[in-house]
């Protein structure tokens, strides 16, 4: 990735520049080429002392989750684990709630970045009319997460979509009317499609809250490096929030740091830094690491 920005900097500066001068956007990519270079360069493990299970605790991540694949999984995975913990507190906090899973398709679009706001948009609607009034086809639930995820369309266009959990009251029996809301998307996005299923356990979790954008390793509908190039060209510092958390599933940080906190008594440790094309094991040094 990091080798495919440099070589198409001069095309993609002027396509992706927006309302930034060419200078300063065309810095920007050598700045995120060199971040990316660097990712990875050292990474901390711990096994756990009783689980004993292997985990990353810490790394130098680049933390550009558009470009990034290393960082995208390593966000995805902070986040199916935080949220997998407030699920599971909501279902102690008010028994006999459910959770359904669903999606939001628009058709698809030029304008990412547009197409992405007019979702977000008729989402927040049918939230407030639940919580101002109790009323509208989301008013059975207390709690939503979305994620944005972008495919590329079977044309030239963008599929972004998003894929909702609906934390459901208790005193609603988990039901949902399909058509009202349906219905009502519809007409709020010029949208043709959703879809309404039970949730299942964390498999479903891990599908609602799975990477933004497809890494090309995750199937045949991922994004090659060029798209994910053009998705970045496109939403790089416009501080869209592709995560976003309602009601009772709010409380986590939007942007969770990749980083793990963890105390030193509970982990054997294990450091790597990437020289000369290979990992190689190394001492830890804690206070350095907290320095930087
Ligand atoms: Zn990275």
């Known amino acids: 990735m990091c080798a495919f920005l440099l070589a198409n900097r001069d095309w993609m500066a002027p396509q992706f520049a927006d309302s930034r001068s060419l200078d300063v956007f065309s810095l920007q990519i050598a700045n995120s080429a060199a971040k990316l270079a660097g990712c990875g360069a050292w990474l901390l493990f711990g096994e756990h002392r009783q689980k004993l299970d292997v985990e990353l605790l810490q790394a130098q991540f ?3 989750t558009y470009l990034c694949l290393f960082c995208q999984a390593r966000r995805s995975y902070r986040n199916i684990t935080a949220y997998q913990a407030k699920l599971r507190q909501v279902e102690t906090d008010y028994p006999g709630c459910s959770f359904l899973l669903a999606t939001f398709t628009i058709p698809n679009t030029a304008d990412l970045a ?5 979702q977000k948009t008729a989402f927040r609607k049918l ?3 639940q919580k101002q009034r109790g009323t509208g086809p989301l008013a059975g639930a207390m709690g939503a997460v979305y994620s944005v995820e972008i495919t590329g369309g079977a044309d030239t266009l963008w599929h972004p979509h998003m894929h909702a959990i609906l934390a459901m009251k208790p005193e609603s029996g988990g039901f949902v009317s399909f058509p009202k809301l349906r219905a009502e998307w519809c007409a709020l996005t010029g949208g043709r499609q959703i879809r309404i299923d039970r949730m299942h356990g964390s498999r ?7 990477y933004t954008v497809k890494p090309q390793q995750a199937g045949e509908d ?3 490096l060029l798209q994910r ?3 970045w060209g496109m939403l790089a510092g416009k501080r869209i929030r592709m995560l976003q958390p309602y009601g009772v599933l709010k409380g986590i940080p939007d942007e969770l740091p990749l980083d793990q906190d963890f105390s030193v008594e ?5 450091f790597y830094r990437w020289l000369s094309g290979e990992y190689i094991a190394g001492e830890v040094d804690l206070a350095r690491l907290k320095r930087r």
């Open 127 to 129: 939230w407030d009319r």
């Open 266 to 270: 509970d982990y054997t440790l294990f």
């Open 222 to 224: 991922g994004l090659g």
């Open 114 to 118: 547009a197409g992405i706001q007019l």
């Open 204 to 210: 479903d979790l891990n599908e609602a809250l799975k």
């Open 62 to 64: 680049c933390q550009q």
């Open 229 to 231: 190039a053009k998705v």
